[in-house]
């Protein structure tokens, strides 16, 4: 079988797609090269990006090779092993297996447990599968862990799932508030357009709430770094005092709300002084006050809010308590204004279109209505319809483990690193009756424990629709074959219903299924009964040709078809102020403050919070794969304030290893990323696959939002300790390498190279022969260069392949080891010359300036040390001066905050004259 890839057209054309991380949704123009490779470029027409890419957009191309691909279905043998089956045969196993267990214990028994990385086409037949033929609402989705506080909060309000602004209204405001986002680095090129607005409209203000100084705050003018979880006081403060300070729109509240009352009463209770709230949130009484002033003084303001919101126990009042205050002011539906939730996923909307959540039917119906159920169940024509919600993913992997569940799809998600106790997933599967997996890649913490493995197409490969932030619909378009056997996600689901004995599944293509997602959403809207209404509405869409399908330019919902067949979508909602509960009103919701679910106590005295770094996405199988995005931050870390780590004993650059009451990890220390104290923060994506111990899941609590379902990922009571090692290390190498006596590892994507940073309890008796047969060495290896100095517990060897550096292994005692950086520019050099060489058994560069630090800006790979000096020597105070010299920031722009950082740094130090740090 031929397991290579086929470009559909040699860049003769480029194909207009969509970029498959975040939720901005920036238009790709991509095609593979005659060489093979992929080019990759931001779609100039593309009206959330107008050709723009991030670093991580930027870096597609280095990500879609086959290394790691799951190219032909798998199931495990008797034995454990995964063995390579026809899809007649994986499908027959999971369509039977699956058919067995709800013939035996009913629908409820088995469960779809689904992505907002799905396509549209995708997503809609999952729900369907679930929903309407198996007849249960047993499908929940990773938009669980993410998006479902902003829909429970938007349905409280709005009676339906509603983001009523576009992109360009944070272009159109005066005030931009962001909460618990970090857009900098989550939401690159949003977060730039927003950043741009200073340069047209400088009086423009962005105010960022967030515990932690991140980049995003470094280009705000004003942080409020609020203490975690304590955002609902902070505005219900600011409700009360828009309220009593003349800022509320009376005639607004009168005509188009319920529960104004109540809801300020309640504010009121808690919230009323300043003061308080700032003493509570340990934000600074005048920058409260600033805060509170200009939100009341302005009239077009946006609040863009992310997971520092949805993520917490109380994270559906958190959004209703941003909602209130747009209410009061009656600041929503028109231009420059409203309450933004910035989505996380490529398609985390489409998925709350077709309805993907256990408690949600489709097109933006409810389980629990009767009417919608007919709408959708005489829609479809199916047998069932499910009544009741299903689990919500936390309790699904509960009802997994204690055997209410005896069967789980995932599809396009690894719950084994994303979700909450993660241990617990580990234990719920691992005892599990049937887990399938439909993936991309191979090798996955989830995929470990599966039972049938279905290779699925990604991106470049598959062809569907996403819809981003902004309710904006994108085709993402085919421009590379389907490699091996692997096959569209829908067809999956197609072919396992169809085993199944269900019709309703009969599609050839996407078109096919989008056309009926559309219809459906158009199906009875506007019927007689108020309740029959939805915002959500394709009906422009309905009917495309398939042609028509494939040229579908970037549209926001919802779509209206004219009389002459012009099709138009809707940049803003609710400018009618027609809002979607039965009496057409919006709801002010009461927000009673609560403390987040845990505390710290003796035992676990620190909050872990837990969130994204710029250059890596999610559990990494994707972004992992590019050596450019490993430079950023080449390794997990747990950041803490320099006096916590004094107090807890633990020291930059060393390693420490956190443990909760759920579970604990291991990872380097570090300082500088802007957390308070009390607190730690610590990145998402390590994962079993690219490190020893770094899977923060296991720690998480599993406590969720009592609305949403939402887990609270922000804060757990954590305790620190340092994680003692006899010695520290690393390798480079050209060649693969098993590291299985090693107690700490970490694997880092290399250009032509795999770095493993190591750590080690065992004393090494013999360097030589231990670095030896750990890098598959001949003793007798003449190419083979090594040193010691036993006294400084310092050794490191370097082989070399005619004259090229094959691989090299540093270790020393303490963790202070030679630049990474240095070695990585002589793994690309065709031959070392003498200086390497010296260099090499010094162990450490001769030339100066050769050492250019860890990445900062990852598009023209310049690094710190190199920005520093530069900033240094030449006397630069401005981002602009630092990208005329070396080109840094001038890209994508990622960076930015981060030259920002920097240049405030050099002159910090040089008014201390401090030498640099070198990494
Ligand atoms: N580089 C990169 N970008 C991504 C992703 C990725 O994996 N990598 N993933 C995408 C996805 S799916 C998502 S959901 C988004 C997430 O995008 P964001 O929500 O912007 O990212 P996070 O880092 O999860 O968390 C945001 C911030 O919430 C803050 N926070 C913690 N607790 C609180 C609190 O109590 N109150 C407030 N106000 N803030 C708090 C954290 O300190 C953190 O800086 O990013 C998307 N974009
Ligand atoms: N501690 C902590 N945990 C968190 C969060 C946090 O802030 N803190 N954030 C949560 C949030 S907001 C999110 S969104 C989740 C994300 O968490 P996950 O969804 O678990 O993370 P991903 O790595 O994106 O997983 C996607 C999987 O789908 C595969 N894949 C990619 N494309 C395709 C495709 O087209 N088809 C199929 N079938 N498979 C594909 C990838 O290889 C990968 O294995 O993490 C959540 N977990
Ligand atoms: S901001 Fe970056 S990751 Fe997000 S869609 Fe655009 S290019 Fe992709
Ligand atoms: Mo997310």
Request: glycine share 8%; proline share 5%.
């Amino acid at each position: 079988m031929n397991l290579s890839r086929t470009p559909i057209a040699i860049a003769v054309t480029t194909t207009q797609t969509t970029c498959p991380y975040c939720g901005v949704g920036c238009g790709v123009s991509a095609s593979m090269k005659a060489d093979g490779s992929i080019g990759v470029a931001g779609d100039a027409k593309h009206p959330a990006n107008l050709g723009r890419l991030c670093v991580k957009g930027s870096a597609l191309g280095e990500t879609v090779d086959l290394d790691g691909r799951l190219l032909v279905p798998q199931v495990r043998d008797e034995q454990g092993v995964m063995q390579r089956v026809s899809w007649d045969a994986a499908l027959d196993q999971v369509a039977g297996k699956l058919s067995a267990i709800v013939a035996e214990h009913g629908p409820d028994a088995v469960a779809l447990y689904v992505s907002g990385q799905l396509l549209t086409e995708d997503y809609y037949l999952a729900n369907k599968l679930m929903k309407g033929y198996i007849g249960s609402a047993n499908i929940d989705t990773n938009s669980r862990l993410c998006m479902s506080s902003a829909v429970a909060g938007h349905k409280r309000a709005f009676g339906e799932d509603l983001v009523p602004l576009a992109y360009e209204d944070l272009e159109l405001a005066d005030l931009v508030v962001l909460v618990g986002s970090n857009a900098a680095w989550c939401h690159p090129i949003l977060f730039q357009r927003i950043a741009r607005i200073k340069e047209t409209r400088p009086h423009a203000k962005l105010v960022v709430i967030d515990p932690r100084r991140t980049a995003t705050c470094e280009l705000a003018d004003l942080h409020l770094p609020v203490k975690a979880g304590t955002d609902v006081w902070l505005f219900n403060g600011l409700l009360s005092y828009l309220a009593h300070r003349g800022a509320r729109d009376n005639a607004f509240i009168a005509a188009h709300t319920n529960g104004f009352d109540e809801t300020l009463a309640t504010a009121d209770a808690d919230c009323a002084d300043p003061a308080t709230v700032a003493r509570i949130c340990k934000v600074e009484l005048a920058d409260l006050l600033d805060f509170y002033e200009s939100f009341a003084q302005t009239d077009k303001v946006v609040t863009g809010f992310s997971m520092g919101v949805n993520q917490s126990s109380a994270g559906t009042d958190k959004v209703n308590s941003i909602i209130n205050c747009h209410l009061l002011t009656g600041r929503i539906g028109r231009p420059g204004m409203g309450p933004f939730s910035i989505t996380g996923q490529p398609n985390a909307m489409g998925g709350r279109e077709v309805g993907g959540l256990a408690n949600m039917l489709a097109s933006h119906m409810d389980l629990d209505n009767a009417l919608h159920r007919d709408i959708v169940q005489g829609f479809w024509q199916s047998p069932r319809i499910a009544e009741r919600p299903g689990y919500k993913a936390v309790d699904l992997f509960r009802a997994i483990e204690d055997g209410r569940v005896k069967a789980v799809w995932v599809m396009a998600t690894n719950p084994m690193v994303s979700l909450p106790d993660a241990d617990l997933v580990q234990r719920a599967l691992a005892r599990c009756e049937l887990v399938v997996s439909s993936d991309v890649i191979e090798k996955t913490d989830t995929n470990a424990l599966a039972h049938v493995l279905l290779p699925a197409l990604g991106w470049g490969e598959k062809d569907g629709t996403v819809t981003n932030s902004e309710r904006r619909i994108s085709r993402q378009r085919a421009f590379l074959s389907a490699p091996g056997e692997a096959r569209a996600d829908w067809r999956i689901i197609c072919d396992v219903a169809q085993r199944m004995g269900f019709d309703g599944f009969a599609f050839d293509n996407a078109q096919q299924i989008f056309d009926e997602h559309a219809r459906l959403s158009a199906h009875r809207n506007g019927d007689a009964a108020p309740e029959a209404h939805r915002v959500f509405n394709l009906a422009g869409l309905c009917g495309m040709t398939r042609q028509q399908y494939d040229a579908l330019a970037p549209i926001q919902w919802p779509v209206e078809r004219g009389p002459d067949g012009s099709v138009t979508g809707t940049a803003r909602l609710l400018q009618d102020y027609r809002f979607t509960h039965a009496d057409g009103r919006a709801r002010l919701v009461p927000t009673p403050p609560r403390q987040p679910a845990h505390a710290t106590d003796d035992d676990y005295p620190l909050v872990l919070n837990t969130g994204r770094v710029r250059d890596q996405w999610h559990t990494m199988t994707r972004t992992g794969k590019s050596a450019t995005l490993a430079n950023h931050i080449p390794e997990a870390f747990i950041d803490i304030h320099p006096q916590d780590a004094l107090l807890y004993g633990v020291r930059e650059g060393g390693l420490a290893r956190i443990s909760s009451r759920w579970g604990a990890m291991v990872a380097r220390v570090q300082h500088g990323g802007g957390i308070p104290r009390g607190t730690v923060f610590v990145p998402i994506h390590w994962n079993n696959q690219s490190a020893s111990d770094a899977r923060v899941g296991a720690l998480v609590n599993p406590v969720v939002d009592p609305v949403s379902g939402e887990p609270e990922f922000k804060h757990t009571p954590i305790a620190i300790e340092e994680f003692r090692v006899a010695w520290h290390g690393f390798i480079l190498t050209r060649h693969r390498l098993a590291l299985d006596d090693i107690t700490h590892w970490t694997r880092v994507q290399g250009r032509d190279f795999t770095r493993f940073e190591l750590a080690g309890r065992k004393q090494i008796s013999d360097h030589g022969q231990w670095a030896r047969r750990l890098l598959g060495v001949d003793d007798l290896d003449a190419d083979w260069l090594e040193y010691e100095d036993r006294s400084a517990g310092q050794y490191r060897a370097v082989h070399v392949v005619d004259d090229r550096i094959d691989m090299c292994l540093f270790l020393s005692s303490r963790p202070d080891l030679p630049s990474r950086a240095w070695l990585a520019g002589l793994f690309a050099k065709p031959q070392l010359d003498e200086a390497d060489r010296v260099g090499l058994l010094v162990g450490q560069p001769i030339e100066k300036g050769v050492d250019a630090g860890p990445t900062v800006c990852s598009c023209f790979g310049v690094g710190r040390n190199t920005i520093c000096d530069t900033i240094r020597s030449k006397g630069l105070t401005q981002v602009n001066q630092v990208t005329a010299c070396l080109k840094a920031g001038g890209n994508c722009g990622s960076c930015v905050p981060e030259i920002k950082k920097l240049l405030v740094e050099v002159r910090v130090m040089a008014s201390e004259a401090r030498p640099a740090t070198a990494n």
